[in-house]
């Protein structure tokens, strides 16, 4: 059974950092995409970063360039994101998000985890 399980949310205030994980297990996906993705109150889920399999490759999104960081560590199947200056709109859950075939990076994920809170206090 393939499981994401993500941790490091909470609380902190507007200007903080935090730093999330997503543990893989059931399989490796050091040949597959990984992305972060958010859902704030009220709104629909939203990309964030997207990183190869070699980590060659990033996207992200331009509300969090400059600020957010992914980074992945295949031999401990673990998906990283470093978040800094972090700003109140960035309040929202987290998700991680792996693809087993090659598919669009933005939109087509195939596994996710359950998801941790972040909340940034102004």
């Known amino acids: 059974q393939v499981q994401l399980v993500e941790s490091g949310g909470g609380l902190v205030q507007a200007g903080g950092s935090l730093r999330l994980s997503c543990a893989a297990s059931g399989r490796t996906f050091d040949r597959d995409f990984m992305a972060w993705f958010r859902q704030g109150p009220g709104k629909e889920r939203d990309f964030v970063v997207a990183?190869?399999?070699?980590?060659?490759?990033?996207y992200y999104a331009d509300s969090v360039k400059g600020r957010f960081t992914i980074s992945r560590d295949n031999a401990k199947n673990t998906l990283y994101l470093q978040m800094n200056s972090l700003k109140p709109e960035d309040t929202a859950v987290y998700y991680c998000?792996?693809?087993?075939?090659?598919?669009?990076?933005?939109?087509?994920?195939?596994?996710w985890g359950q998801g941790t809170q972040v909340t940034v206090s102004p």
């Open positions: 998000a792996a693809q087993s075939r090659p598919a669009n990076f933005r939109y087509e994920y195939h596994y």
């Open positions: 990183i190869s399999w070699d980590s060659s490759l990033t």
